[in-house]
């Protein structure tokens, strides 16, 4: 087994270790550096609404850098579509020395090597630099397009994924502002329950994936609105206790529309809207559970939602005073709310106020 074979079945063992997208793309740089071996080697990828590269992965820089999408080196491989070395960049017309004027850096040789979907258009530019020994090849152009072709799939993957994942958040806001709108209530009202939901999650300790998947299922908390009838869901007056039943419904009914999906954003939005109404002390609803029988999702909007309602205007009442709600938190404490989520609460409640006052509201209470 010659060398550059081992080498790649050494990084194919790796890559198959690894779940994350961007740690894939780093080993597969890795691995393109020491097949042609460079000191460095730097995937650019391209943004064509903005007509710029940008580094993805970048062997030693400590942060991203951006370039011109028609200037450089890499882009010569983007416009032309094709491979190329330059034996001598400094007295080549396409080499942007900027990078190396900024870093210090010394540039001797450079190979770019275009990336590109199934298309056939370039998504990125690899670009290795700095040959070890002697000058880069066309050997060292297979290895690198053999590296592309296994980024390309990755990257187009990634990129799709966060459309979806784009898609996902865009619908869930407007589903969320449907039941909002239902209730008589402003969007705004979701975009300050998901950044309360935000500080609180953060701070009890939750991931930063998992604080933005509660985050940003958060709008669907009072999706089940959408199947309360508008008699009962805009009385103005003092509901009956048969009216109250069937608002509590809402709950049970977000839960029924999204229990079923397979997607982790919607899986969340439906603990969230079956939950966010049960108390810490067991009596809350739907099922009256207690303590952390109820979960942190449902907790956590429970505090989100409540303060939003209490220190907001609504169609049908004034904002309570901020000193009014923090006597109710400090009587709810440990009965309807978790108590770690209320210190939380507390220690962070210049943050809420400050939430509030950048979402705030298009209506005024009309006496």
């Given at each position: 087994m010659d060398k550059a074979t081992k080498l790649i079945f050494e990084y194919i063992t790796k890559i198959e270790k690894e779940?994350?997208?961007?740690?894939?793309?780093?080993?597969?740089?890795?691995?393109?550096?020491?097949?042609?071996?460079?000191?460095?080697?730097?995937?650019?990828?391209?943004?064509?609404?903005?007509?710029?590269?940008?580094?993805?992965?970048a062997h030693g820089l400590?942060?991203?850098?951006?370039?011109?999408?028609?200037?450089?080196?890499?882009?010569?491989?983007?416009?032309?579509?094709?491979?190329?070395?330059?034996?001598?960049?400094?007295?080549?017309?396409?080499?942007?020395?900027?990078?190396?004027?900024?870093?210090?850096?010394?540039?001797k040789n450079i190979m770019v090597v275009p990336i590109r979907n199934i298309?056939?258009?370039?998504?990125?530019?690899?670009?290795?630099?700095?040959?070890?020994?002697?000058?880069?090849?066309?050997?060292?152009?297979?290895?690198?397009?053999?590296?592309?072709?296994?980024?390309s799939e990755i990257i187009e993957s990634a990129l799709l994924y966060k459309e979806i994942e784009e898609t996902q958040k865009e619908v869930i806001f407007r589903m969320g502002d449907i039941?909002?709108?239902?209730?008589?209530?402003?969007?705004?009202?979701?975009?300050?329950?998901?950044?309360?939901?935000?500080?609180l999650c953060k701070n009890y300790g939750l991931s930063i994936n998992e604080t933005e998947l509660v985050v940003m299922a958060s709008p669907m908390h009072d999706i089940g609105k959408i199947a309360i009838p508008d008699d009962i869901l805009h009385k103005p007056g003092k509901l009956t206790t048969?009216?109250?039943?069937?608002?509590?419904?809402?709950?049970?009914?977000?839960?029924?529309?999204?229990?079923?999906?397979k997607r982790k954003i919607l899986k969340t939005s439906s603990i969230i809207a079956y939950e966010h109404h049960e108390k810490w002390n067991g009596r809350g609803y739907p099922r009256g559970i207690a303590g952390t029988d109820i979960h942190i999702y449902g907790r956590v909007l429970a505090i989100?939602?409540?303060?939003?309602?209490?220190?907001?205007?609504?169609?049908?009442?004034?904002?309570?005073?901020?000193?009014?709600?923090?006597?109710?938190?400090?009587?709810?404490?440990?009965?309807h709310f978790d108590?770690?989520?209320?210190?939380?609460?507390f220690d962070r409640l210049d943050d809420f106020l400050e939430i509030k006052n950048k979402y705030l509201d298009e209506f005024t209470y009309a006496h």
């Open positions: 779940k994350n997208i961007d740690n894939v793309l780093q080993v597969l740089s890795e691995m393109a550096r020491d097949l042609v071996e460079s000191d460095r080697c730097t995937l650019w990828l391209y943004n064509e609404e903005k007509n710029i590269f940008w580094t993805k992965i400590q942060k991203d850098v951006e370039l011109p999408g028609d200037t450089g080196t890499i882009s010569l491989a983007r416009v032309e579509n094709k491979a190329f070395i330059i034996h001598d960049p400094y007295n080549n017309p396409h080499f942007n020395p900027d990078v190396d004027e900024a870093t210090g850096y010394k540039t298309h056939n258009e370039v998504i990125g530019v690899y670009q290795a630099v700095n040959k070890l020994l002697g000058d880069f090849t066309v050997y060292d152009i297979k290895f690198l397009k053999l590296v592309s072709g296994y980024s039941a909002e709108a239902k209730s008589k209530e402003t969007g705004n009202h979701i975009k300050r329950v998901a950044e309360y939901t935000r500080i048969d009216e109250f039943d069937v608002i509590k419904t809402h709950t049970t009914i977000g839960w029924e529309l999204l229990k079923f999906s989100a939602d409540v303060f939003d309602a209490l220190i907001s205007d609504r169609c049908y009442k004034k904002a309570w005073p901020i000193e009014k709600v923090i006597s109710l938190f400090k009587e709810e404490k440990g009965q108590p770690d989520l209320v210190d939380i609460f």
